[in-house]
């Protein structure tokens, strides 16, 4: 791997630091902003339009949108990858996952590779400064199997948490397993346990998920109440098949997936219950978001052997074009929001673009975890957004890469301009357009929600810069390379 860094500029939320560098400083009561306790929400195929505070008429989310009124509400948030395993790549590490050498954004359960032991993780960087670190709900970024020697590098526990109870893969795969961490455990490997397996035969399990991580999230919290600590949320919902408790199933006026969305609403509530009960909710950072935009490829199948009526299970990206598994806005924009009570002020709302590649920068500095200096790191500093008062740095322009399913990418973002040299859509619809180097589009995302109109023949000159940019891009992330390139 080529260790010439470049610190990339990306809009996003992205945070990477150096292990091992630095020694925790524990031992004394923490006041409001000293190494801030960290909970991130993410959530599995959610689109933007999944939310009461983003204007959906039949789906109750009144924790979220209390959770926006008391902090920040992104209202142009993106992810890195419009599928699961790149995004949540990105979310960990705040890189690109075209540094990630995985070669796709989806890692199945059969796939060799996973996130490489080399790459510094939100987790990581966190234990360097005394927190405790917890994943509760969805890993897909590795698996142990034949194929990497049932590698110890797969599952989380490697990666810098100290504790999971969550799936391997989304619950819908064949083989999916609902697995916790456990000292004396061997299955599938050392260090865990498997609670269930065969997860789709087991409906009574996956309508459970969310109520499974959600339990195990709120013991976390409370056992690590005198430390800082980092809970990752990754709830298995909505993504397809959907699933409910008994405690929602059908009390929602959008049917099951609004059923699905009011429980992981309630399931907000309750960490924050928690969170006020233990004295910790100004002195917590929550950050809710999702992998990428709704899975509209099922939008018009009415009988799916796994999936049932599907049509009516898949959500919104509107007013955004396309859904998951596109470099559409559809794919990639989610909702982003930042709640802080005391830091970041209630009722704001943000309309300069971010994303999850910025969150390990800015949690990082929140935290005083130096960032890695061998690689690079593509998010920003947002701090100057949530907290203008006291950070007064300037962030540098929003320049975004969206992702294809090679993890390259296929469109650039600089400002409210976004140029594509290649579309794609798991519907198989183009809309009309065709898009190449030579041919490219260029659409004014914040005039033009739903890219409708191409304006490259009118801004010639933006496409030529747009075009460099992009180019130099794709050359700095083939010559740094992956980790995996060293073996």
Not at 43 to 48: A, E, H, I, M, N
Not at 184 to 192: E, F, W
Request: aromatic share 10%.
């Amino acid at each position: 791997m080529n260790n010439n860094i470049t610190c990339s500029h990306f809009f996003c939320l992205a945070i990477v630091a150096l292990a091992g560098t630095l020694t925790p400083s524990i031992g004394h009561a923490r006041e409001s902003g000293d190494r801030p306790n960290i909970v991130v929400f993410f959530l599995d195929d959610s689109g933007y339009g999944d939310y009461a505070h983003n204007g959906n008429p039949t789906i109750r989310t009144p924790q979220i949108s209390k959770l926006a009124q008391d902090g920040m509400n992104f209202t142009q948030f993106y992810v890195a990858s419009p599928a699961c395993s790149a995004s949540r790549y990105s979310l960990l590490t705040g890189r690109y996952p075209g540094r990630s050498g995985l070669g796709s954004w989806v890692i199945g359960p059969g796939a060799q590779r996973h996130i490489h032991a080399k790459e510094i993780t939100i987790a990581e960087g966190l234990r360097t400064r005394g927190y405790k670190t917890g994943i509760f709900g969805k890993w897909h970024l590795g698996s142990p199997n034949k194929r990497n020697q049932s590698s110890q590098d797969t599952l989380p526990l490697a990666h810098g948490f100290d504790e999971w109870l969550g799936t391997h893969v989304s619950h819908d795969y064949s083989n999916a397993m609902l697995l916790k961490s456990d000292s004396a455990g061997t299955d599938p490997i050392k260090g865990y346990s498997v609670i269930s397996r065969n997860l789709p035969s087991k409906p009574e399990v996956c309508a459970s998920l969310t109520g499974r991580s959600t339990e195990a999230a709120l013991s976390f919290i409370k056992r690590n109440k005198a430390k800082p600590f980092f809970a990752y949320i990754a709830f298995n919902m909505p993504h397809l098949g959907i699933h409910a408790s008994d405690k929602f199933l059908g009390k929602s006026r959008r049917g099951l997936l609004g059923d699905v969305m009011e429980e992981i609403d309630y399931s907000v509530g309750r960490v924050r219950e928690v969170l006020e009960e233990t004295g910790l909710t100004e002195n917590t950072l929550i950050i809710f978001s999702s992998d990428n935009g709704p899975w509209i490829r099922f939008q018009n199948t009415a009988n799916h052997e796994k999936y049932g009526e599907a049509r009516l299970h898949v959500g919104y990206a509107q007013p955004f074009r396309d859904g998951k598994g596109s470099t559409w806005e559809g794919g990639h924009r989610v909702p982003g929001i930042f709640c802080w009570p005391g830091r970041i002020d209630s009722n704001s709302v943000e309309l300069s673009p971010a994303s999850t590649l910025d969150i390990l920068p800015t949690v990082f500095a929140l935290a005083g975890v130096d960032a890695p200096k061998d690689r690079s790191v593509d998010g920003r500093d947002i701090r100057p957004y949530l907290m203008p008062q006291t950070h007064k740095e300037k962030i540098p322009e929003f320049e975004f890469y969206y992702s294809a399913s090679d993890n390259m990418p296929s469109a650039v973002r600089i400002g409210p301009w976004k140029m594509h040299i290649r579309t794609s859509s798991q519907t198989g619809n183009n809309y009309g357009f065709k898009a190449s180097r030579n041919t490219p589009l260029l659409f004014q995302v914040e005039h033009d929600l739903g890219e409708r109109i191409d304006r490259t023949g009118e801004q010639t000159k933006r496409v030529e810069k747009m075009m460099k940019k992009l180019t130099a891009f794709e050359s700095q992330v083939q010559e740094e390379g992956s980790f995996w390139d060293d073996l």
